[in-house]
């Protein structure tokens, strides 16, 4: 049973890095998206490198320290709730003027820990982020690195090296 519980972590572990590594590995001109109704779960079912037009709305902007990082959260107009955009740069008077939006789209239920962030707008705005909602991760452009390839490399070696030590070696003394 411990093998098996091995396995499967190191699987969840290659899991993770697969679609990291597709939207890295996916193109490098980003869709554009000019209106809410070009927001569909059809039409981005997965991450997707994207340009909004928009205007920023820090009506319900916030920052969310996690880990030792501070992110801030905002909406953009006239998409409201429908599209949370996240940044780690730091929001100034000057983003009030900015027009276009690069980064990673991916339906906001898929980003990690979207629930706190639901509960959060919840909580400090009295607001409910829709189930048919996105997310934007600003400035999260396709770029494979070597890390990446790395990890993943890594672990489906360590997973077939391990199936084999588990599951098909016999040792000569048996």
């Excluded at 940044?87 to 898929?110: C, I, M, N, Q, Y």
């Excluded at 070597?146 to 391990?162: D, E, I, K, N, R």
Aim: charge should be positive.
């Amino acid at each position: 049973m411990l093998k098996l519980g091995v396995l499967v972590f190191v699987s969840a572990m290659i899991a993770v890095q697969v679609p990291e590594l597709m939207y890295d590995l996916g193109p490098d001109r980003p869709f554009p998206i000019g209106n809410p109704e070009d927001l569909s779960t059809k039409r981005f079912p997965s991450a997707t490198f994207v340009s909004v037009s928009g205007k920023p709305d820090f009506r319900n902007a916030f920052i969310y320290r996690r880990y030792g990082l501070s992110y801030t959260y905002f909406t953009l107009q006239p998409y409201g709730l429908r599209l949370i955009v996240r940044t780690h740069s730091r929001v100034t008077d000057e983003w009030k003027a900015l027009e276009r939006f690069l980064g990673k789209l991916r339906p906001f239920r898929r980003q990690p820990f979207h629930y706190r962030i639901r509960d959060i707008y919840q909580e400090k705005f009295q607001v409910t982020i829709p189930e048919d909602a996105f997310f934007l991760a600003l400035d999260d452009v396709p770029r494979i690195n070597g890390w990446q390839v790395g990890a993943l490399a890594f672990g489906s070696l360590l997973w077939f090296v391990m199936f084999y030590v588990f599951f098909l070696y016999r040792s000569k003394s048996s």
